[in-house]
Nanobody, 117 residues
Framework: QVQLVESGGGLVQPGGSLRLSCAASGRIFSIYAMGWYRQAPRKQRELVARIISGGRINYADSVKGRFTISRDDAKNTVYLQMNSLKPEDTATYYC???????????WGQGTQVTVSS
């Protein structure tokens, strides 16, 4: 199985920035997609951004223009640069990776992002 470790979360004021990192290790056969999801209290987990093999990138409408996802294939690491953070961005952010369309995916333990003044 693949192990994912997120880092970079924390407390930040509205308008601030954070950069999340997710490093994948373990049994990595290939990476079809890597992405970030988030889950706020009493809310369903939702897609934030993901990079799919071939370069396709998807962002949630709520983060377009503010968040940027990037990937370092050599390090099996995906990043999420978060700018202009808003209180509604407060959530636990989870890294996800899939080796193929048939792969149900692997999840990290999550990193907490709190945006508050």
């Amino acid at each position: 199985q693949v192990q994912l470790v997120e880092s970079g979360g924390g407390l930040v004021q509205p308008g601030g920035s954070l950069r999340l990192s997710c490093a994948a290790s373990g049994r990595i056969f290939s990476i079809y997609a890597m992405g970030w999801y988030r889950q706020a209290p009493r809310k369903q987990r939702e897609l934030v951004a993901r990079i799919i093999s071939g370069g396709r990138i998807n962002y949630a409408d709520s983060v377009k223009g503010r968040f940027t996802i990037s990937r370092d294939d050599a390090k099996n690491t995906v990043y999420l640069q978060m700018n202009s953070l808003k209180p509604e961005d407060t959530a636990t952010y989870y890294c996800n990776t899939r080796s193929s369309l048939a792969d149900p995916g692997s999840w990290g333990q999550g990193t907490q992002v709190t945006v508050s003044s």
